[in-house]
Structure formats: C-alpha cells, structure tokens
C-alpha cells in the first residue's frame, strides 16, 4: 500500500522550525532552573543524640552461674514395728517440725508387752532379795562351821543368778519400752512431708515406708565454676577474704536470706573443665525448692575500679560489641569495646574505652559511622548516685 505524501508550504515548514526552536530553549530553561534549586536546597539536619561521660568507678563485680538447690537431708520415715496404722497426725505437703507425731501404730499390744516385762522385772528383783537374805545367813552359819562349804558357795551362786536374771529382765522391760514407743511415729526432722503411702487401717511391718520429709532450711545449691574461677576462689577462701553469695530467683528478684560457700570440689572435671562448688543458703520462707535451677552470683574480694556505661551505649558493630564515641568535632566513631560483667541496667567495659570520652546513649539507631551529630543533652553519673549498681541484677 503506497503511503501518501503530504506537501507542506513554506509558511508551514517555517512555521514547525520555529516552533522546535523554541521548545528546545524551554527545555534547557526548565532543565538550567532544576539544577539551580537542586544545588540550593538546604542539607539534611544532624540527628540528635544523648551523650554520657564514661566515668570509673568503684564496682564489685560479679560472676554468675547455672546452679541447682537440693535437700539437705532427705528422710524416709519407716514404720520400725509390726501393727495396724491406726491415726495420721499431719496433712500431706505440711511443714512438720521435728519431734512431731506423724503416725500411731497399734499402741495397745505393745503397751500390754511393758506391763508383761515390769512383771517379770519384779519376780526377779524378788528372786534376788531372797537370794540376798539367804547367802547372809548362810555366810554367817559358814563362819560358825554349822554350813559345809558347798553349801556357802550354793547360796553364793543363788545369789549372782538372781542379780542376772534381774539384769535380764530389766533389758526386756527396755526392749519393750522401746517397741513402745515406735508406735508414736515421730519426724526426726523439720521438712515438708510428702504424699501418704498407706491409708489408715493397713497392716504395717518394720521397715515399711510411710512418708518422706524433705528439710527446706538451709538448702543446698550445687554449681560448677570454671577452673580459673575455681583458683580465685579457693584463694579467697583460703586468704580470708569476703566471698559474697546472691541467688537469683525465677522472678528475677534476689532471694533475701544470706548464703554461704561450704564446699569446694578438689578435682577439676575432665570432661568439662569445671569444679563442682557447694552452697548453702537460709530458706525460712520456703521461696526455694530442692530440684529448683536458677543462677548463683559470685563476688569475690573487695570492690575495684571499673569503666562503667549503660548497657543501652552498646551496640553490634563488625567486629563484635561497639559503642558510638563522639569527639570534639561533633562526629561519631564506632569503637569495638570488650564487655566485662553486667550490672543492674549498666555493663563494665574492659578494653576500647577511656574515661572521660562520651558515648551515645540515646539515639543509637539514627547516626552512621563518621557521621556528623548535634548532642541534645549530656548525663552524669556519680558513685553515690549509683550505690545500687555495684551489685549486679538480673545479668548474672
């Protein structure tokens, strides 16, 4: 198909010329002012930060640890006579104090044995006042020769016999005594009983078990140090110097009551590098349970000098925990620090950071590396302010 051709007069064609002309030099006009407000808009503001002074301070540090409570003493209480269970004195999960009657078992047949044994115990003190009177009055007959001698050390012999027979009555009314009073069960400790394991009215023999009582105060906290700690530790311990003990609840409060290191392992474990530490800890309350896992702290020796910033300043750098350290041009600098232990809100840095220099608490998120940043407000801290701080919290 042939296209077809379309004439244009000059007019026209000058007419286009003119009008291309002129588009091209709005164009350069419109792309000339573009530029020209592009190069005079105003650059973006700093963001603003908040700075503190990174300051030294007295901390005793503490080093926490995976620990585990156990019982002290752990007993099963047994029934030590044959007879019918016949009252249980206690509510199962009570706090029994030692001493208590927890059981009774059929005290009647035993009761009726003590009474057989008194008797027996006074036929044979009889049996020996006679035996007594007699070798009196044989004796004295001996010494007029109006007795023979067999018949002197007849009497004699009467007589020893009727003071073992007195001896051995005197162990059976003991004996029975004793199976006595095994049938007022008692609890030979101050713990909490556990579920009953026969019901009233069973048949009990010796050595069948009737309840367990766990001891709750004091209770013990198994743990395992590392064996550079464990060094400093035996040193301190050894040197006399405070070892303070702090046990962190699964609320994350402290428990109040004081604890104590009593043992320390004498063998580092193989497998693990560690050392088994024992504490012992004050339980009035009964807020720990044996079997319980929780963290154990540890501050040995008197308080040091530490760097100490919160723990808001750090944050993740390249190269591991960094802070943003503003110098005096106003510029940020990420500076790789080494963390030591953590206190309440607040963490020791051990390497990367001078006191003195401040560093970005607030406003961490918004700046940049090199980047320029306009301080808002400045924080300072001081020791008696901060009093609370040298015992760590929750990061233990």
Same mark, same amino acid.
């Given at each position: 198909?042939?296209?077809?051709?379309?004439?244009?007069?000059?007019?026209?064609?000058?007419?286009?010329?003119?009008?291309?002309?002129?588009?091209?030099? !709005?164009?350069?006009? $419109?792309?000339?002012? &573009?530029? *020209?407000?592009?190069?005079? @808009?105003? /650059? +973006?503001?700093?963001?603003?930060?908040?700075?503190?002074?990174?300051?030294?301070?007295?901390?005793?540090?503490?080093?926490?640890?995976?620990?585990?409570?156990?019982?002290?003493?752990?007993?099963?209480?047994?029934?030590?006579?044959?007879?019918?269970?016949?009252?249980?004195?206690?509510?199962?999960?009570?706090?029994?104090?030692?001493?208590?009657?927890?059981?009774?078992?059929?005290?009647?047949?035993?009761?009726?044995?003590?009474?057989?044994?008194?008797?027996?115990?006074?036929?044979?003190?009889?049996?020996?006042?006679?035996?007594?009177?007699?070798?009196?009055?044989?004796?004295?007959?001996?010494?007029?020769?109006?007795?023979?001698?067999?018949?002197?050390? !007849?009497?004699?012999? $009467?007589?020893?016999? &009727?003071? *073992?027979?007195?001896?051995? @009555?005197? /162990? +059976?009314?003991?004996?029975?005594?004793?199976?006595?009073?095994?049938?007022?069960?008692?609890?030979?400790?101050?713990?909490?009983?556990?579920?009953?394991?026969?019901?009233?009215?069973?048949?009990?023999?010796?050595?069948?078990?009737?309840?367990?009582?766990?001891?709750?105060?004091?209770?013990?906290?198994?743990?395992?140090?590392?064996?550079?700690?464990?060094?400093?530790?035996?040193?301190?311990?050894?040197?006399?110097?405070?070892?303070?003990?702090?046990?962190?609840?699964?609320?994350?409060?402290?428990?109040?009551?004081?604890?104590?290191?009593?043992?320390?392992?004498?063998?580092?474990?193989?497998?693990?590098?560690?050392?088994?530490?024992?504490?012992?800890?004050?339980?009035?309350?009964?807020?720990?349970?044996?079997?319980?896992?929780?963290?154990?702290?540890?501050?040995?020796?008197?308080?040091?000098?530490?760097?100490?910033?919160?723990?808001?300043?750090?944050?993740?750098?390249?190269?591991?925990?960094?802070?943003?350290?503003?110098?005096?041009?106003?510029?940020?600098?990420?500076?790789?620090?080494?963390?030591?232990?953590?206190?309440?809100?607040?963490?020791?840095?051990?390497?990367?950071?001078?006191?003195?220099?401040?560093?970005?608490?607030?406003?961490?998120?918004?700046?940049?590396?090199?980047?320029?940043?306009?301080?808002?407000?400045?924080?300072?801290?001081?020791?008696?302010?901060?009093?609370?701080?040298?015992?760590?919290?929750?990061?233990?």
């Amino acid at each position: 198909m042939a296209i077809p051709r379309v004439r244009i007069g000059r007019r026209a064609a000058g007419a286009l010329i003119g009008l291309a002309f002129s588009g091209g030099i !709005l164009m350069m006009f $419109a792309g000339s002012a &573009a530029t *020209a407000a592009k190069d005079e @808009a105003p /650059a +973006a503001p700093a963001p603003l930060v908040t700075v503190i002074e990174a300051q030294l301070r007295e901390v005793a540090t503490e080093r926490g640890y995976s620990a585990r409570t156990e019982s002290v003493q752990h007993v099963e209480v047994r029934a030590r006579i044959d007879g019918i269970l016949q009252e249980r004195n206690y509510q199962e999960g009570e706090l029994v104090k030692a001493g208590d009657t927890l059981f009774v078992i059929e005290p009647e047949r035993y009761q009726v044995r003590v009474q057989r044994a008194e008797g027996e115990l006074k036929r044979a003190q009889a049996q020996h006042r006679q035996a007594a009177r007699d070798w009196e009055r044989i004796s004295k007959l001996f010494e007029t020769k109006m007795v023979s001698e067999r018949e002197r050390d !007849l009497a004699r012999s $009467a007589l020893e016999l &009727a003071e *073992a027979d007195v001896a051995v @009555a005197q /162990a +059976a009314l003991e004996d029975a005594r004793i199976e006595y009073a095994y049938t007022s069960v008692k609890a030979p400790i101050a713990g909490v009983t556990s579920q009953k394991e026969l019901a009233i009215g069973n048949l009990v023999q010796d050595q069948t078990l009737l309840t367990t009582i766990i001891q709750l105060d004091p209770l013990h906290v198994q743990f395992a140090v590392p064996e550079a700690d464990a060094l400093a530790l035996r040193r301190a311990l050894r040197g006399g110097e405070p070892v303070s003990v702090s046990l962190l609840l699964a609320d994350g409060s402290r428990h109040p009551h004081p604890a104590r290191i009593d043992y320390t392992g004498a063998a580092v474990d193989p497998a693990t590098g560690t050392v088994q530490v024992r504490a012992v800890v004050a339980n009035p309350d009964g807020d720990l349970m044996p079997g319980q896992f929780l963290r154990i702290g540890l501050v040995n020796g008197a308080p040091l000098p530490s760097l100490v910033i919160p723990a808001s300043a750090v944050t993740q750098g390249p190269q591991g925990p960094a802070v943003f350290v503003i110098n005096n041009d106003s510029v940020a600098e990420l500076r790789p620090v080494t963390l030591g232990p953590t206190l309440a809100d607040e963490v020791v840095i051990e390497q990367g950071l001078q006191a003195g220099e401040q560093v970005v608490i607030d406003g961490v998120a918004r700046i940049r590396p090199e980047e320029k940043v306009r301080i808002v407000e400045r924080h300072s801290r001081h020791d008696d302010a901060l009093a609370s701080t040298q015992r760590p919290s929750a990061n233990i």
